[in-house]
């Protein structure tokens, strides 16, 4: 009679660790809509309830690391059971790390110049969208466990990296053109550093994705523009 209880109990523990992942990658979701929002929007109080949102994910993270220390120490996964715990382990940091990045454009936000026009930020909300896009798809890759899903998200990356090489030319041609637009320009290069950025911890999510589905790495070539990485660095 024991065996069944204690089955019982392990297999809510797994559903429990597989919500909490997925409570992060939503609410991540929702932190950077709000923080591009805030930007677009030049909304402080938005921008400020990002800021002090933060501490939500981590608090997530912590019950995820909790959660998965007692799975292994009582109930020593093997095979499946054992990718599912350490992948989800390893897709918490990413998706804490992602919730940083929307921390950070929220703060750039507050401090882009006051009389910056809209115009000057329309290739940024471009890039928000298709970050946004990457980020949903591979929260619903997590979710339904959808293998091809995953792929398709993972080799999407590079149209991002490809994206944010684009835009950081752009500003920086207009900061050359219009030295009235560093300011501005120098805190739209780091939130376009920290929308790649996303996008680099979505695809990490996807081969984490793969590898807990199939048990192998995903096969070829990591998509990745070496340019994207030589033009700026992220906060």
Aim: aromatic share 4%; glycine share 4%.
């Amino acid at each position: 009679m024991s065996t069944p209880h204690t089955m019982s109990v392990y297999d809510r523990e797994l559903t429990r660790l597989n919500d909490l992942v997925l409570g992060m990658g939503l609410y991540g979701i929702s932190q950077l809509e709000r923080a591009m929002s805030a930007l677009e929007r030049r909304d402080s109080a938005l921008a400020a309830s990002v800021i002090a949102g933060d501490i939500r994910e981590d608090t997530l993270e912590t019950e995820v690391d909790d959660l998965v220390v007692r799975i292994i120490a009582l109930r020593q996964p093997t095979a499946s059971d054992l990718r599912q715990v350490t992948c989800a382990f390893k897709a918490a940091v990413h998706f804490e790390r992602i919730g940083d990045y929307a921390v950070n454009i929220a703060k750039r936000s507050l401090v882009m110049p006051s009389d910056l026009s809209a115009a000057s930020l329309l290739p940024t909300p471009l890039m928000g969208e298709l970050t946004l896009k990457m980020l949903r798809d591979t929260v619903r890759a997590y979710r339904e466990n959808d293998l091809n899903l995953a792929v398709e998200t993972w080799g999407s990356d590079e149209a991002l990296d490809a994206l944010t090489t684009t835009l950081l030319r752009a500003i920086v041609t207009s900061m050359k053109d219009d030295p009235r637009t560093i300011d501005a320009g120098t805190h739209l290069m780091f939130i376009a550093k920290n929308l790649e950025r996303v996008g680099d911890h979505a695809t990490d999510i996807c081969e984490l994705i793969y590898f807990r589905i199939s048990g192998n790495r995903l096969p070829g070539q990591r998509p990745k523009s070496d340019s994207v990485l030589q033009t700026t660095t992220a906060d």
